[in-house]
């Protein structure tokens, strides 16, 4: 479990995807990412477990499949 | 004397019709627009009546170039051809005020598009481009020369299967061919797409193509076998994955593109990966999209394709992962320039052509090509990928591996599969190459003895590939024509107060020479032997394209002395029967196995 702190994002990748740029610039694909998140620019700390067993079409970065989220702006 | 008239009639009509078909440069360029440039001393007031006169007599409305070409007098109208033509007809006064009046080409490429950061290139629709309305719009397949590939190859025959969101026979799918798939998220046989990602990947790889709608495809007679193992939301796992890449070399997927990536290393998928390789599948992956040295999976490992993309401009995209696990890069968008293909709008699925960006984009482009060499004849996997980085556009300064062996290039791979293969295509394209494949050639050949001729053109074509599928490095173009049939259509040409010999020398064949001054059919036994040949080479042999020719005579030689022997047997001297044909016979062994020699040997040199 991990816990990450930074902006989210769409990145205008494939059909466009939600991704979390954490503050050292790590780039986390936000897969089904939930709705109260979908807000590009969006600060927010995510807990949860990075999925490798997990390939994507937008191959972005790691998948972060997301337990908990708290909105700090 | 009436068959001088028929000879000339018939090339008359022959280089009639070769230019007739001839596009030159100007046809090239397509005009609306007429530029009208008055005479530097032109008073103002003349000009003036000139326009005047042009717009009420024709009804254009003439306007200046530029606010630049006031000084130069440089007027541009709406105007086509007919217009053009009429007005240099029906107004001689206009003609002697003007430096020029002529069609306002539009040249290659137009305005890019101001609001985005890259250029990109719109293009015109050419005759020979096909008639997707907008085909003008996919600078990426501009980009790997498709058009030229496509004079040869569109990728029949071939099943590539999409691993992806899945994908839907959209508008413009109306005549590509669908193999079942599967769907491995909702396990089921009808593999739909509920995503879009994998329709527009599935366009870039075989989109219909030349059916009046929407954009084109790379391969776009390739069949595609639909295999969902992404979820609506673009995730799937890696078992599907896998599942799925075994499920496509079973069911005789020929070319696997997996536009998808993540996750860490897997046996599973590498197991998967193996199996589909041995079984003579090629797999292209696209590098992934974090703009980061080295590939993500799929595309790192050992077997797969990994493409890294590039944009309109042809630099490294902002995205694209570069360095290890780039084998090759092709057009993927970036800097604001997008793929263009139809795919299903996720809300709803009506279809929609959209530009995408992404490595994912980049990987079907490499994987049509691939379609096109295996439909070219190469099957081997290990080949097919050594054909794609060959025949690229190498990148000379590329110190981070952003675009591996280079950039992708359609035409020259399939061209490049298709040489050491022997077909029909590959018989008019080296018919093309070397010149042969000219309409005024034939036309005129049916009065010099067409047959004999062909019989010749067959036999080098033979020789020739039997002496490049041995020692491919040798190029023999020039003297295999001199050795073979010689520019033959020159023998039917004929003009007035000029002796004809020449033209019936230039139209010979090396070992017809001997007789073509005397203007019989007679064979020479010094000409039409081994002899000549077999002395140049020797001569020229210091000499690089000296003995290239040299080989090539001797071959050209061979094929005619040898189609001669079977067909028209008569030697000076030696009468006509069974002493000339025995005659012919052994030189034309002689000057096959002396050209194979001298080639064995040129080749042994050039690698020494």
Known sequence: ?73 | MRRLLLLCCLFVTGIGFALYNFQGLATKGQFDSIAVDFREDLPKGEIESQLKQLQSKFGVAPELNSKFSESDHLYTFKGNKALLDQIKSQDPELLKDVESIEPNYIYGLTDPTPSKDVNEPEYIHTASAPNDPMYNKQWHLHNINAEQAWETNKGSGITVAVIDTGVTKTTDMDKTEFVPGYDFVNNKTNADDDNGHGTHVAGSVAQSTNNSIGVAGVAYQAKIMPLKVLSAAGGGTVSDIAESIKFAADKGANVINMSLGGGGESALMKEAIDYAHNKGVVIVAAAGNENQSSASYPARYNHIIGVAAFDAKGEKAEFSNFGAGVDIAAPGGGHGSRVWQETIDPDGGAPQVIGLQGTSMAAPHVAGVAAMIMSAGVKDPNAVQQVLQESVRKIAEDPLNHYGAGQLDASAAVLMAARGQISFNDFFRWLHENGYLNLRFWFDGGAVALLPKILMVLGSYMFAFLVRYLFPSVSLATGLITGSSGLFFMRGFYMFDLPQAPFRMMGSSLAEMGNAIAGNNILNPLFASALIPALLLALLWGHETGKRFAIGLLLGTSACLAVNMVYAPHVWMLGDGLLPQVFLGVNAALCFVLAKFAAKAATAEAQA
């Open chain 1, 1 to 73: 479990m991990i816990t990450v702190t930074g902006l989210v994002e769409k990145k205008d990748i494939g059909m466009g995807v939600w991704a979390l740029v954490s503050e050292d610039g790590q780039t986390y694909e936000l897969l089904s990412c939930p709705k109260d998140l979908r807000q590009a620019g969006l600060k927010v700390t995510v807990s949860g477990a990075i999925d490798d067993q997990v390939m994507t079409a937008a191959a972005i970065g790691p998948v972060l499949a997301i337990s908990s989220f708290e909105k700090l702006s």
